[in-house]
T-cell receptor, first 117, second 113 residues
Framework: DAGVIQSPRHEVTEMGQEVTLRCKPI?????LFWYRQTMMRGLELLIY????????DSGMPEDRFSAKMPNASFSTLKIQPSEPRDSAVYFC???????????????FGQGTRLTVV | DAKTTQPNSMESNEEEPVHLPCNHS???????IHWYRQLPSQGPEYVIH???SNVNNRMASLAIAEDRKSSTLILHRATLRDAAVYYC??????????????FGKGTKLSVKP
């Protein structure tokens, strides 16, 4: 498996534009996480899915952010409209989780560096 | 959510062992203790995890206190490539926060040649 794949790697957009970040999790993983990382706030969990269902989106900063997981192999994080304060590195991660605690390490993608000007 | 407390930063000399502490006094019985690290300009990567017993893998060892209120990540021989931010995280298997993986501020480890 190629690991968690995120696209694009870099995105520069103008304030007010719609931005869509994409993530392909590792095949067979049933958990998918979206994080945002900035120097000021560190690594923040935005939302996570279990079996394609959003479990907790309390980290989504505001209504401008939305995330979907239409199937087990694809997820998107959308920002509409984008603002300069959304500039950050966005990470996607996937994992298994089982009650025995085995095999449930999370694998992270390389991240998308978003710059909103 | 159960929280962890780690020192902001630590220094180590190359080739010497490093002990990275983590306090988690409110840990529940179903919380696994996970460690991740983040190298500069990279995404976090898994290091090790455990429940009650000490754990070893090719990267590190995890020592868990008997009352599970603290743990220590042990790098047996630090190298310059181990310079990173190390995160200690509690991951619940059951309950309302099942599967959640929340990162704190972590410990920034510097390794001197």
């Amino acid at each position: 498996d190629a690991g968690v794949i995120q696209s694009p790697r870099h995105e520069v957009t103008e304030m007010g534009q719609e931005v869509t970040l994409r993530c392909k999790p590792i095949s067979g993983h049933d958990y998918l996480f979206w994080y945002r990382q900035t120097m000021m706030r560190g690594l923040e969990l935005l939302i996570y899915f279990n079996n394609n269902v959003p479990i907790d989106d309390s980290g989504m900063p505001e209504d401008r952010f939305s995330a979907k997981m239409p199937n087990a192999s694809f997820s998107t994080l959308k920002i509409q409209p984008s603002e300069p304060r959304d500039s950050a590195v966005y990470f996607c991660a996937s994992s298994l989780l089982d009650v025995m605690g085995t095999g449930d390490e999370a694998f992270f993608g390389q991240g998308t560096r978003l710059t909103v000007v | 959510d159960a929280k962890t407390t780690q020192p902001n930063s630590m220094e180590s000399n190359e080739e010497e062992p490093v002990h990275l502490p983590c306090n988690h006094s409110t840990i529940s019985g179903t919380d696994y203790i996970h460690w991740y690290r983040q190298l500069p300009s990279q995404g976090p990567e898994y290091v090790i995890h455990g429940l009650t017993s000490n754990v070893n893998n090719r990267m590190a060892s995890l020592a868990i206190a008997e009352d599970r209120k603290s743990s220590t990540l042990i790098l047996h021989r630090a190298t310059l490539r181990d310079a990173a931010v190390y995160y200690c995280i509690l991951r619940d298997v059951y309950g309302g926060s099942q599967g959640n993986l929340i990162f704190g501020k972590g410990t920034k480890l510097s390794v001197k040649p």
